[in-house]
């Protein structure tokens, strides 16, 4: 089960990661392309991808749950 919460913690640090650089891009970058990049793909990021990391962290503690159930822990 390990596996699980490694992926969730590596994929957290690559969302903040991106969060990071989606920074220093609004920062430098303020032109039509930069706009339509964030209205039509990182605003739908910014709600999606925090959510998704929470239902692997909820997945996780079931699948936890289940096995501890079974292993009669």
């Known amino acids: ?3 699980i919460a490694d ?3 590596h994929s957290r640090g690559q969302w903040q990661l991106l969060q990071v ?3 220093q891009m609004a920062s430098r970058w303020q032109d039509q392309t930069y706009f339509r ?3 039509r793909h990182w605003v739908n990021w910014e709600t999606r991808v ?3 990391l929470s239902t692997l962290e909820s997945l996780d503690d079931v699948l936890r749950s289940a096995d501890e159930m079974t292993q009669g822990k």
Do not use: D, T, V, Y
């Open 1 to 3: 089960m390990h596996s």
């Open 7 to 9: 992926l969730i913690q």
């Open 21 to 23: 650089q989606e920074q």
């Open 37 to 39: 990049f964030r209205q």
């Open 50 to 52: 925090p959510a998704l």
